[in-house]
Structure formats: structure tokens, C-alpha cells
């Protein structure tokens, strides 16, 4: 019975969710996906979901990785699909609950049936937030001073280093600091990739 019932409150959820992706999945195309470069989805797959083109929206590894730290080291890590991510910013949902998890884990695994593969990563781009007034790919290169139409690796890396760290409106030196050692370490994994 309470499995039923789990099954018809997510079934409902879902069908709010794809109206919500639609939309967004339709905006993109219309509007963002010829303004972001393969360099910086390179570097969101590198830094965020190394194995993404291998699952279908969860990462049984990453999970079993990240519940493994928290058992064995009592330290909360990230096992988290670009998926899974979409699905978050999309519900506005960031709270650290055990049942928020397993929704989003369940429902990942759907959002193949509204965007294809090789736009996900583009899609969450395009409502990310990276930062203080920088809600998306667009506005982050524009605050950042960034050209669209010229972005290198750095960049990229600037780029999705915020999406671990966003940019407060006023930088302290800890933030900054963390910035630039993911910069750095995106960038090392960037030049691996060539």
C-alpha cells in the first residue's frame, strides 16, 4: 500500500516536472543552445559527472561512493548526475533530506523522455546558478566579463567551478580561494582530456 501510494505521488510529480522541462528544454533550443561552447560542457562533464554518457540519469557508482565516505568517514560528499542537478534547480528543492534524494534519484532517470541526452548538459547550463546575479551560462560570462564567442579552457574552467562554488556578491578570500583551486583542478582535468 505505501509503495502504491509512493508510486502515484511520484507519478504526479513527474508529470508537473516534464511540463516545467519542456518548457525549459524549449527555451534552450531556442535561445541558448548555439551560444554554449563544447568546451564548456566538456568541462561540466569532467568536473561534475565523468560518466555521464554511461548512465541513464544515476550513477550507481557515485552513490555507492558518496554513502561509503559518509559511513565509513562521516564525510558528505557528492554523488549527485548532471541529471539529478537539473532536477534539483528545476524544483527549487536543495534541502538535506533522505526522501528529497531518492525522489530526485527516481526521477532523474526520466528526464531522458524530454531532453535528449546531448543537450542535458546545456539545459542545466542554462539555469544553473553560479553565483550573485548569475542565473545561467549567459548572465555568469556576463558578470564574470566573459566573451560567448571566445571562450578557452580557463574560462570554462572560471566558469563551472562556480556551479561547486557560486560567487557571492562580495568575494571573501576563502571563497576565492576556493574558486581557484577548482578552476585549477578543472583545467588539470581538461588538459588530461587532449
Not at 516545467?20 to 548555439?34: M, P
Not at 562533464?45 to 555507492?64: N, Q
Not at 526522501?99 to 524530454?114: P, Q, T
Amino acid at each position: 500500500m505505501t509503495a502504491t501510494i509512493a508510486l502515484l505521488f511520484l507519478s504526479r510529480a513527474w508529470q508537473g516536472l516534464k511540463v516545467d522541462l519542456e518548457a525549459i528544454y524549449a527555451e534552450y533550443c531556442n535561445t541558448v543552445r548555439s551560444k554554449v561552447p563544447a568546451i564548456v560542457i566538456k568541462a561540466l562533464i569532467l568536473a561534475e559527472d565523468r560518466r555521464f554518457s554511461k548512465h541513464g540519469g544515476i550513477d550507481p557508482i557515485a552513490i555507492g561512493r558518496a554513502v561509503w565516505n559518509f559511513i565509513v568517514h562521516r564525510k558528505l560528499e557528492g554523488g549527485s548526475t548532471i541529471e539529478q542537478q537539473l532536477i534539483r534547480k528545476v524544483t527549487g528543492q536543495y534541502k538535506r533530506q533522505f526522501y528529497r534524494k531518492m525522489r530526485e534519484i527516481l526521477i532523474a532517470s526520466l528526464v531522458e523522455r524530454v531532453i535528449p541526452k546531448y543537450d542535458i548538459p546545456g539545459v542545466y547550463l542554462s539555469i544553473a546558478y553560479f553565483g550573485w546575479r548569475m542565473n545561467g551560462f549567459q548572465q555568469a560570462c556576463h558578470r564574470l566579463g566573459i566573451d560567448l564567442s571566445n571562450i578557452t579552457p580557463p574560462h570554462a574552467a572560471s566558469i563551472v567551478a562556480r556551479l561547486k562554488y557560486p560567487q557571492p556578491k562580495v568575494v571573501s578570500d576563502i571563497r576565492a580561494r576556493q574558486i581557484a583551486v577548482r578552476e585549477k583542478h578543472i583545467l588539470n582535468l581538461l588538459s588530461r582530456e587532449n
